[in-house]
């Protein structure tokens, strides 16, 4: 398809609604040099696949179905007492997850 | 029973052109929630195109928006050598030969549209609001979508066109014949704000001063979504939100951004995208047999 | 000791009249869009069938999203504080409350002694509360009363993808159209609704004894899907919206 030389996609998976704004976002730029795919296994919801995206590169997605419930497949990690680390974003080498919320 | 929300759909064809005389025929044809639209392009040049609401089943309606398109040109599908599908039914386009996703699509029909300085893309459709951040190819290089939320989104606004028995067409030009500028409404859940312009209605408020507070939110609600993947000029509006100018001024005016004006049509955009996608996969496909 | 506690939910208005921690009058209203008005009336309706005079009530305690708004109130308490006194006085085992009103859902987590220890809102978002199942019982042309009952003949658990009330009901024409049945929709609705509560409840670490209170208690047909969705038992008390109004007056009466 088109060309691609520089800078990747940086990709926003969620929504935002009347209660706040949940999205995982994933520099895509990352996910082209990763080869372990941490975060695919490491989400015990399954909320990370790997897709062929628009121009052909092999990317980190969120899940079609977990999108526009992201703020409920995510609450198991996100206690409100005692947080640990999330485990996508320690999974993921290079460091291309962030969280909104 | 009048129905409020029911925008009009509608086709169009260059009749000073016979795509005969044209090498790469190539098709669009975006299936969102809401609407679908399909379009042609000969040689990178838009030929026909045709928006209409999307019916209850997909294959069906990217069929009849094709048909729709194509109606008095005397082009059929067999003279299109290659369609892309997109959209949220773009699994569902039995005769395209690819689907690609809307962020892509939108991002190279505005780039078409707008030109290539333009690089942030801001589409508000009937189910969702997307922000397109792309370069001077239409390559995107940042997006955020939003299709879990009505609010901001057009089926948003028909919900409220509807609640005040105003046409759809008119919603915006009523909403800026308003003295002073009203407080948004509060809630940002379009049932809730329903709630509260009733009440307001109840109180005394015009129904232009309602449609004012409520663009004005509506607004609001959109620029913190483009706030997130970042504003850069030039910007441009896609979708049909796009032709409510309640709301496109309100954005204008907290973003500090003017928004591209455009010559064509602002629904057409994924499809024409798709189309022109299509070209360039049209072109590899011959050069390579 | 004669108390009262009003909530002031988005919705209704329930009144509590109590002595000596007895239930001897109560009422409800539609909050409408005068709601000190309307809690008037309630107010009054309830003293009234407590056989009593206003001047014979010595505290009143106003909760609810309007709790600004209460007449004759002396103080106000979180709605999360009432719930969860109300819920212990009647289920002294509880350890987990969950509160579903008309617009907003509530999962709060309580001791021993029926103190909060954590709760978490679905608020300002109308798929989250009962103003969602309102919407999809327009959508499906049934009384809001009975589709609860409907949705317990479902034979076929089917999916509901849309997370927003407004998108939801675009999906139910959809489905009608494309000639589902309807218990299997109202079935959809209610395990959609659920899974957002349960989510809730999740955050807050729920524990039972879990009990069910708020107007959306009343649909059997959510309370089905909870329980499922949940994978324990839920207690739903009598009168389970009016938790809330009881537990402001027994707060009343503990000032």
């Known amino acids: ?101 | 029973m009048a129905e409020y929300w029911r925008w009009k759909e509608y086709r169009w064809h260059d009749e000073d052109k016979d795509w005969r005389d044209g090498e790469l025929i190539t098709g669009g044809v975006d299936v969102g929630s809401v609407s679908s639209q399909a379009v042609i392009v000969v040689d990178g040049e838009l030929y026909a195109f045709s928006s209409q609401r999307t019916g209850s089943d997909s294959p069906e309606s990217a069929r009849k928006a094709l048909d729709w398109a194509l109606e008095g040109t005397g082009l059929t599908l067999d003279d299109i050598g290659f369609v892309v599908g997109t959209g949220y039914g773009r699994v569902n386009v039995p005769f395209s030969n690819k689907a690609i996703t809307e962020i892509a699509c939108h991002a190279r029909g505005a780039n078409f549209m707008y030109g290539p300085s333009v690089r942030t893309v801001l589409d508000m459709g009937g189910q969702d609001c997307k922000v397109i951040r792309c370069d001077e190819r239409g390559k995107v290089s940042a997006f955020v979508m939003n299709d879990k939320c009505a609010a901001g989104t057009g089926r948003g606004m028909e919900v409220f066109a509807d609640l005040l028995a105003i046409p759809i067409e008119e919603v915006g030009e009523l909403s800026l014949q308003v003295e002073e500028e009203p407080p948004p409404v509060s809630c940002t859940c379009v049932v809730f704000a329903k709630s509260e312009a009733t009440a307001l209605l109840r109180e005394g408020w015009p129904k232009s001063k309602v449609l004012a507070a409520y663009c004005s939110a509506m607004a609001h609600r959109v620029v913190t979504l483009l706030e997130q993947v970042g504003i850069e000029k030039e910007f441009a509006i896609t979708g049909g939100i796009a032709k409510n100018v309640g709301v496109v001024s309100r954005l204008e005016h907290e973003t500090g951004f003017k928004a591209l004006p455009s010559k064509i049509d602002t629904q057409i955009a994924g499809a024409l995208g798709g189309a022109l996608f299509a070209q360039n996969l049209l072109k590899k496909k011959l050069s390579a047999a | 000791m004669i108390t009262a506690g009003i909530d002031m939910g988005a919705k209704t208005i329930k009144v509590v009249v109590l002595r000596d921690g007895e239930i001897i009058g109560r009422a409800v209203t539609l909050a409408g869009f005068e709601s000190r008005e309307a809690a008037e009336e309630a107010y009054a309706a309830a003293v009234s069938e407590a056989g009593i005079t206003v001047d014979e009530v010595e505290r009143v305690v106003a909760t609810g999203a309007g709790r600004g708004y209460a007449p004759h109130s002396g103080a106000d308490v979180s709605e999360v504080a009432s719930d969860a006194r109300g819920v212990h006085r009647l289920f002294p085992a509880a350890r987990t409350v969950i509160d579903v009103g008309a617009e907003e859902g509530r999962a709060i987590r309580c001791n021993e002694q029926g103190k909060v220890v954590d709760f978490a809102l679905n608020e300002k978002c109308a798929a989250g509360a009962g103003a969602f199942t309102e919407a999809m019982s327009r959508a499906l042309e049934v009384d809001i009363k009975a589709l609860g009952a409907m949705s317990l003949n479902s034979k076929n658990a089917i999916p509901m993808n849309a997370q927003c009330a407004v998108f939801a009901e675009s999906e139910v024409v959809s489905l009608l159209h494309a000639k589902t049945a309807k218990e299997d929709i109202a079935r959809a609705v209610h395990d959609a609704i659920a899974s957002r509560i349960v989510s809730l409840a999740r955050k807050v670490g729920f524990k039972p004894d879990v009990v069910l209170i708020g107007g959306l208690a009343h649909n059997i047909g959510f309370v089905d899907s909870l329980q499922r969705a949940l994978e324990c038992e839920v207690l739903v008390p009598d009168d389970p919206e009016y938790i809330g109004a009881y537990g402001a007056a027994l707060a009343a009466a503990e000032v």
């Not at chain 1, 399954?46 to 703020?71: L, P, S």
């Open chain 1, 1 to 101: 398809m088109a060309l691609r030389e520089e800078a990747e996609v940086k990709a926003h998976y969620g929504y935002k609604d009347g209660a706040g704004d949940f999205f995982i976002i994933i520099d895509t730029d990352g996910c082209i040099r990763c080869e372990d795919r941490g975060c695919v296994t490491a989400c015990p919801e399954g909320v990370f696949e790997i897709i062929t995206d628009d121009y052909d590169d092999m990317v980190a997605a969120v899940v079609e179905e977990h999108r526009q419930r992201i703020k409920y497949s995510c609450a198991p990690c996100k206690p409100d007492r005692e947080r640990p680390d999330l485990p996508c974003v320690t999974a993921c080498a290079p460091g291309a997850i962030t969280h909104s919320w």
